[in-house]
């Protein structure tokens, strides 16, 4: 899990020319959309404070449910802007700055949706995620099995969706601060959807 090599990704160019262009689409198919949605309402409760980390044009929370704040962190300005639910944003590459610009135990949740794979440094990520997250704070982590694959470190490419759960789970453990994470798959006809969920310490 430390050896670099694992977190090597076939273009190495900067992340800002590749993430430049804005892709406002669905990276998942309605059916791993709504699977996330009720992720989401059964853990996050009304009024809280939400990270979304890595996000983009849609934070695919339930429409019918009020929170406190939602802060986007992502890559390009013009997605982020154009995600109705943020309620303030941040344009920041993890892979190259992991430390979040955020206080201490400012959030009820973090989220990071079918983004984990590009993550370089993912233990440092989670570790600055417990710095910020409140005690009993939900740790949301979902992906399937689309990607980039020349922005998807090798870790990610040579290993399985089951395996990709265990990677996850362990990135978790390595960060400290986090319950033990849970892990599920929900297999349909359309894009499968898998998630990993902690809570803070």
């Known amino acids: 899990m430390h050896d670099p090599r694992f977190f090597a990704r076939v273009d190495e160019s900067p992340d800002e020319r590749f993430y430049e262009p ?84 400012a959030f009820d949740a973090a989220l990071i949706c079918v983004s984990i794979q590009y993550l370089t440094q993912p233990v440092r990520v989670f570790r600055e995620l417990a710095r910020v997250a409140r005690p009993g704070a939900k740790l949301i982590v979902t992906f399937s099995n689309r990607c980039f694959p020349t922005k998807a470190v090798a870790v990610w490419t040579a290993t399985s969706d089951r395996e990709h759960l265990r990677l996850v789970a362990e990135y978790v453990r390595d960060a400290g601060g986090w319950d033990e994470p849970l892990t599920a798959a929900r297999l349909g006809r359309g894009d499968p959807l898998f998630s990993v969920v902690a809570s803070r310490q």
């Open 22 to 105: 804005a892709r406002l689409v669905e990276h998942i198919d309605s059916g791993a959309i709504e699977t996330v949605t009720e992720l989401y309402r059964e853990h996050l409760p009304a009024d809280s404070d939400i990270l979304d980390l890595m996000s983009s044009w849609v934070s695919h929370l339930p429409s019918d449910v009020a929170y406190r704040s939602v802060v986007g962190l992502g890559m390009n300005a013009e997605e982020l802007r154009s995600n109705p639910r943020l309620t303030r944003h941040v344009v920041q590459n993890l892979n190259e700055q992991p430390q979040l610009p955020f206080g201490d135990a």
